[in-house]
């Protein structure tokens, strides 16, 4: 049986979320601004196919691409890890709360049998 949405929103560590959210907005935007950038600059970069050092200057446009790759792969990479390590958390947390959420019914079930043996023995004695 699925979960209704209100419950999954509540099981979520907001204060944890908060906490971690400014880390995730600035690599997001580091991102987004390199992305930008390296739009621009590629267009704007190509050599001339006519000039007699394109090759060294193509040789050296293509290394710094592959630097600037290399650059975003290991911030890719990091922030892969961050909101995977986030995830990890989320699923810790869902965890303990469907734990917390089975001990709290059995608790309601034994304090419900209690309170009808209490009512039964009220009304048996009157």
Known sequence: MPL?????????????????????AQGARKLWQQVS???????????????????????????????????????????????ATQNAELVAAVAALRQRNRLLAAATGVATAIALAALALSIGSS
């Open 37 to 83: 950038t390296r739009d621009t600059a590629h267009s704007a970069g190509t050599p001339v196919p006519g000039d007699a050092s394109a090759p060294d200057a193509r040789l050296t446009a293509l290394a710094a691409q592959v630097a600037e790759m290399s650059t975003r792969q290991q911030e890719s990479a990091e922030l892969l890890s961050a909101l």
């Open 4 to 24: 209704p949405w209100s419950t999954l929103v509540k099981a979520i560590p907001w204060s944890d979320v908060i906490a971690k959210a400014p880390d995730i």
